[in-house]
């Protein structure tokens, strides 16, 4: 089946500093990858669609130039947090859709990040 | 805008059936999922099933579909401790490429 990795699992850091969260498709070209966060006890509100070889996409919102997004590759994207404070910990998941247009997206195992 | 709505809690005794119910607004939707959440995890693919279908069944799973009332439920027989989790319903936005609208989610519990 469809994997979809995410690294670091786990992250905590000074307010201030920048975290980058990678989202990998392991087995699978991804064109099109999926940024939600999912605050405690709540849904995933979708933050961005990220394309390769363009610009993502921001829902209404999210501060593109704090979450900066970076689809260099099929299998690869990027999710940084610039300047991070305390109000941008929560949990970050990614998920990808198949090149070949299936019916689903592949979530990955989700970034906890703690800003102290 | 898309809304998709769950009610937020299920308790279930072990061995009962567990109906999850949700309902959607975009009659658009092509596609609906059913995820599973467990804590501190991401999502898992229960099932899905698409808008021209109005059952769909896997193994102790059983997916209805409503399309007249935008109404699907998941109904998880045989329910086993197991089977506590979080499980949301999303919708499909915008064909094969679009993005999921989910839900809130619903924290079922199965008591032994």
């Known amino acids: 089946g469809a994997v979809v990795s995410q690294h670091p699992s786990r992250v905590i850091c000074k307010s201030g500093t920048s975290v980058k969260i990678e989202c990998r498709s392991l087995?699978?070209?991804?064109?099109?990858m999926f940024w939600y966060r999912q605050f405690p006890k709540q849904s995933l509100m979708l933050m961005a669609t990220?394309?390769?070889?363009?610009?993502?996409?921001?829902e209404q919102g999210v501060e593109k130039d704090k979450f900066l997004i970076n689809h260099a590759s099929l299998t690869l994207s990027t999710l940084t947090v610039t300047s991070a404070h305390p109000e941008d910990s929560s949990f970050y998941i990614c998920?990808?859709?198949?090149?070949?247009?299936?019916?689903?997206?592949?979530f990955g195992p989700g970034t906890r990040l703690l800003v102290l | 805008g898309e809304d998709v709505e769950q009610s937020l809690f299920l308790s279930v005794r072990e061995g009962d059936s567990s109906v999850i119910n949700c309902t959607y607004t975009?009659?658009?939707?092509?596609?609906l999922y059913w995820y599973k959440q467990e804590p501190g995890a991401g999502l898992q693919l229960l099932t899905y099933?698409?808008?021209?279908?109005d059952m769909k069944q896997d193994q102790r799973l059983t997916v209805l579909l409503n399309k007249k009332d935008k109404h699907l439920s998941l109904r998880i027989a045989d329910t086993q401790t197991g089977d506590s989790a979080i499980y949301f319903c999303?919708?499909?936005?915008?064909?094969?490429?679009?993005?999921?609208?989910f839900g809130k989610g619903t924290k079922l519990s199965v008591k032994p």
């Open positions: 975009d009659s658009s939707s092509t596609y």
């Open positions: 087995d699978f070209q991804a064109t099109t």
């Open positions: 990220s394309n390769e070889g363009s610009k993502a996409t921001y």
């Open positions: 999303a919708e499909r936005n915008g064909g094969s490429q679009g993005n999921l609208i």
């Open positions: 099933i698409f808008s021209n279908m």
């Open positions: 998920s990808a859709n198949p090149w070949r247009g299936v019916e689903t997206q592949y």
